[in-house]
């Protein structure tokens, strides 16, 4: 029986380091995305930086294990066969629900995850016990769970919600009054206070939080406690000598400083007390086992008692864990995908929006509108003004360039300072709260108080922060549940349940993988559309050719996709067409919201070449707009369960693909060798194109009054023809007017 165990334990430190990769790649988001959203440093610096506070965190973390030993539920109410079920439910959930959202690319709690699958975990297999019993009725239930913890836990990190948004919001406005964003000036002046505070702020962040639980806290974590105001009068003053001499002497802007410490300081404070929720149930398991297998008692009969006991986590196993952390911070895409994400919603610029708007996010933006138009009407035109200039940006703050940072200094700098300082009062109130939602929250508050979500992208912003929050609260309630199902299904199963549980679970860390890779590999984005960057008539038609290129090609692949999708009934391949379709247009789309920028970018003798850049945008919307109409139709008639298309049908449709293919070929040929002179040949083909269509049709006239009887085959077998058209003759305008601008230049 020990055998099984000993499997299990393996199986849970396997899990362990799968947990560290994915919970890393998901809570990298709460240090880095201040410094890579300002571009205070360099991406390199940034990231040694951060690297060095995480390895610190992680192996002078002492045992911060007590939420998965005791803090959800009363670990002496349990055998030991309970509590391993328990535990590899717990962890074959987390890896997958944690892995889900990095492959969505929006960050979660993995505090939150962690809590609420031991919760489910712990109450199912409580309500197994119970109902198994003959003294015990479901009142009984709460003996199981330590409520006053849980309830603590839950309240206290959704409570930091509202107070994270709230504070980033007000201490943004307040700073952007004193310093606005032409805030170079002011820091000559006020720049050396302002730093003092924030490094004194994330200062104290380190020792009271980043370094709790170390072997050295028990140290100075008296003064820290008792002496708090001496302790923060001596450090200002020392950041105000450091702040000064930087800023006089060096020359430098002390805020490059305070970015550097406080991604240091949120680095260390999320190893050393977030690594419980990756390797806090393995170790727990570890402990168990060692007292089971020595206590000499049946595990069904081995009461956990021991769990109560503090029990520090091995400094070896804490150095492996922070070594997987910083490789994980290196080499992972989806850590990066997930940054991203919060970068893009607080973003000051313009650019491309990531989530649609819905009915909430526009009912909250058209109040929010409303409100605030409100308040500035009561408000005297003296501090009007004075906010209105505190808060008006620069005209290169309205142009959209790559290299521009998502926002300045002293956002970036706020951010750091009000989170650091939020999570330093919960700790020493011993209020638990989650680092990723007082983070990201904080980046929302400043966000909007910096005027970042304007009428051209609000709707945006609160959907993306509205799904954000959606997928925190779907995050608790799919861990608690299953966590729950899978702690039932191996009860039942036991190690056949554990051994296929853990194959699905390899399966679907494979397949996101694999799909998330297909998405973002290089290969997969080489043909995607590029906007116009030239700022001459020449560079744009020339730029133009490469999108032309990929338009074609794409257009190509997606009406054969199509057509065999539909010779074969494949739905699944029709699906995919769409997407393809979906796809091309959102590039298009994003091309057309970015004319504003390209216009503004011209020289004053191009500007004639905007009327030719958006001239081809329009054609291009017409082809992806005949491509969406035929895949749709295609699509909706297979899903429908109608007739199949009659052979002679299909056969048409073969032949009508395989011209238009040539046709396309053809074009895109010419333009990826830029052979116009041969654009002649093209008009002659499409002449014969365009009479195979007409051919076609008259012969389905003929068909339909003396043999067919399905209307729905008909419908849409004229619909592919007629649209076919349509797409020929919007292929042809887009390359008579390349044709035409080209000869004039």
């Known amino acids: 029986?020990?055998?099984?165990?000993?499997?299990?334990?393996?199986?849970?430190?396997?899990?362990?380091?799968?947990?560290?990769?994915?919970?890393?790649?998901?809570?990298?988001?709460?240090?880095?995305?201040?410094?890579?959203?300002?571009?205070?440093?360099?991406?390199?610096?940034?990231?040694?930086?951060?690297?060095?506070?995480?390895?610190?965190?992680?192996?002078?973390?002492?045992?911060?294990?007590?939420?998965?030993?005791?803090?959800?539920?009363?670990?002496?109410?349990?055998?030991?066969?309970?509590?391993?079920?328990?535990?590899?439910?717990?962890?074959?959930?987390?890896?997958?629900?944690?892995?889900?959202?990095?492959?969505?690319?929006?960050?979660?709690?993995?505090?939150?995850?962690?809590?609420?699958?031991?919760?489910?975990?712990?109450?199912?297999?409580?309500?197994?016990?119970?109902?198994?019993?003959?003294?015990?009725?479901?009142?009984?239930?709460?003996?199981?769970?330590?409520?006053?913890?849980?309830?603590?836990?839950?309240?206290g990190i959704f409570l930091s919600v509202l107070i994270a948004f709230s504070v980033g919001a007000i201490v943004q406005v307040l700073s952007r009054l004193v310093f606005t964003f032409e805030y170079e000036k002011k820091m000559k002046n006020f720049g050396a206070v302002f730093g003092a505070f924030c490094l004194t702020a994330i200062g104290y962040f380190i020792f009271f939080k980043g370094l709790k639980g170390t072997p050295y806290y028990d140290s100075f974590k008296d003064v820290l406690s008792n002496q708090v105001y001496l302790v923060l009068g001596i450090s200002f003053l020392f950041w105000l000598l450091v702040s000064f001499l930087v800023t006089k002497f060096l020359k430098k802007n002390i805020l490059v400083l305070v970015i550097a410490v406080g991604t240091f300081g949120l680095a260390l404070a999320f190893s050393g007390n977030d690594l419980v929720n990756f390797i806090g149930v393995p170790m727990a398991a570890y402990h168990s086992y060692e007292a089971w297998v020595a206590s000499g008692v049946p595990a069904a009969n081995f009461s956990m008692d021991v769990l109560q006991e503090s029990v520090p986590a091995e400094p070896f196993l804490l150095f492996i864990s922070g070594g997987i952390m910083v490789l994980t911070l290196w080499f992972s895409k989806k850590a990066r995908s997930v940054a991203e994400t919060e970068i893009g919603l607080s973003r000051q610029g313009h650019g491309s929006e990531k989530f649609n708007p819905n009915l909430v996010s526009r009912t909250l933006v058209s109040g929010s509108t409303n409100l605030f138009e409100f308040f500035k009407s009561i408000m005297p035109a003296s501090a009007r003004q004075k906010m209105s200039q505190s808060f008006r940006k620069k005209d290169s703050e309205f142009l959209k360039e790559e290299d521009k940072p998502a926002f300045d200094l002293i956002r970036a700098s706020i951010n750091l300072t009000v989170a650091g300082v939020l999570i330093s009062i919960a700790t020493s109130y011993k209020l638990p709260l989650s680092t990723t939602y007082v983070t990201f929250m904080v980046a929302m508050g400043t966000s909007l108080a910096d005027r970042a979500w304007g009428r051209e992208s609000a709707v945006y912003r609160v959907a993306g922060v509205l799904n954000v929050i959606g997928g925190w609260f779907f995050t608790a309630f799919s861990a608690f549940v299953a966590a729950g199902t899978l702690t039932y299904l191996i009860f039942l199963g036991k190690g056949a349940a554990i051994a296929l549980l853990l194959i699905i679970a390899l399966g679907l860390l494979v397949r996101n993988y694999l799909s998330y890779k297909k998405k973002y590999t290089p290969e997969a984005g080489a043909m995607k559309l590029k906007k116009s960057e030239s700022k001459t008539v020449q560079g744009i038609i020339s730029e133009s050719a490469d999108n032309i290129v990929s338009v074609i090609h794409r257009s190509n692949k997606i009406y054969s996709d199509v057509f065999r999708g539909l010779a074969k009934q494949d739905k699944a391949q029709l699906k995919k067409s769409k997407k393809g379709v979906a796809k091309l247009d959102a590039e298009i789309e994003e091309l057309r919201d970015s004319i504003f920028f390209f216009i503004k970018s011209l020289d004053e003798t191009s500007v004639r070449g905007s009327s030719f850049y958006i001239t081809v945008l329009a054609y291009l919307t017409d082809i992806a707009q005949s491509l969406e109409f035929i895949s749709k139709k295609s699509y909706k008639h297979v899903n429908n369960n109608h007739k199949p298309l009659r052979y002679n049908q299909i056969t048409d449709l073969r032949e009508i693909d395989d011209l238009l293919e040539n046709f396309l070929k053809e074009i895109e040929e010419i333009f990826a060798n830029r052979k116009l002179d041969q654009i002649q040949k093209i008009v002659e083909h499409k002449e014969e194109v365009l009479a195979k269509l007409s051919e076609k049709i008259e012969k389905q006239v003929k068909r339909t009054r003396t043999e067919e009887s399905s209307p729905k085959n008909t419908t849409l077998y004229f619909n592919l023809l007629l649209e076919t058209k349509d797409l020929v003759n919007a292929v042809m305008n887009l390359i008579s007017e390349y044709n035409s601008s080209y000869k004039k230049v």
């Open 1 to 155: 029986m020990e055998g099984i165990y000993l499997m299990i334990l393996i199986a849970l430190v396997v899990l362990a380091v799968i947990d560290l990769v994915v919970g890393v790649s998901n809570d990298a988001v709460n240090f880095l995305n201040s410094a890579i959203g300002s571009k205070a440093i360099s991406f390199k610096t940034i990231m040694i930086v951060a690297s060095l506070g995480i390895f610190l965190g992680a192996v002078f973390s002492s045992g911060m294990m007590e939420v998965a030993r005791k803090g959800i539920f009363m670990p002496g109410e349990f055998y030991f066969d309970e509590i391993m079920i328990i535990f590899m439910a717990v962890m074959i959930t987390d890896i997958l629900l944690l892995d889900f959202f990095n492959t969505l690319g929006m960050p979660t709690s993995t505090t939150v995850s962690i809590v609420f699958e031991l919760l489910g975990a712990a109450v199912v297999m409580a309500l197994i016990k119970i109902s198994a019993s003959d003294t015990e009725s479901f009142t009984h239930l709460l003996n199981y769970i330590n409520t006053d913890k849980a309830t603590e836990i839950i309240s």
